[in-house]
């Protein structure tokens, strides 16, 4: 049985890991589909871009949206002066940090599956009379839907993950950005706190284990994916 304060890690981390995913997902969209269907100079670099997160050590992200959100900084002070909002040690903050780790993944998950639909069958409806737009909800959509549930729950099991990013970026605040993976780093540094670790580390280890099937399972759904096909 967990204590009252390991479930309000726990429900931190899913509060963070939600809301990381449902800010990014439209990012993640708009991303893939460019990536996937656009024709232009420079689209290697975008690409490169997008995933530079997934090579450089979290530290160094955390340390890029510390610069740039902190007080000081050109967005965080931005965001002071027009709303009076500041991501500094709250748990907004790590779900921005939450957010940027997983968008790499997210965008990968639903440009495979928009590149896997055949633009001959938008091309087909278009000729039938439906629009851009039309085509693109009722055609692209549908059968592009597997991979952005894939990119949803993948990018949910990388936000429980957050470490890095996170602790430079927030810190470790209790009840703020304490989530499971900073939660089970205090505990470490404790002695007698073993079976808090534990006890902590395996829920870590079945929610993400549990995304990662699903994720899976989700991506073989698209078209033209066979039994062996993954996003991973």
Known sequence: MLTADEWGIV???LQVSLVAIAGALPV???LAYLLARGRFPGKVVIDALVHLPLVLPPVVVGWMLLIAFAPNGLLGALLQRWLGVSLMFRW???????????LPLMVRSIRLSIE???PRLEAAARTLG???IDAFVTILLPLARPGVLAALVLGFARSLGEFGATITFVSNVPGQTATLPLAIYSALQVPGQEVTVWRLALISVVLSLGALIASEMLVRQGPG???DAHVL
Not at 92 to 102: H, K, S
């Open 11 to 13: 429900w931190l981390s």
């Open 116 to 118: 896997a639909v055949d």
């Open 130 to 132: 439906a629009g851009r």
């Open 28 to 30: 993640a969209f708009g």
């Open 225 to 227: 994916r066979d039994r």
């Open 92 to 102: 907004t903050g790590a779900a921005l940090a939450a957010a940027v780790m997983a």
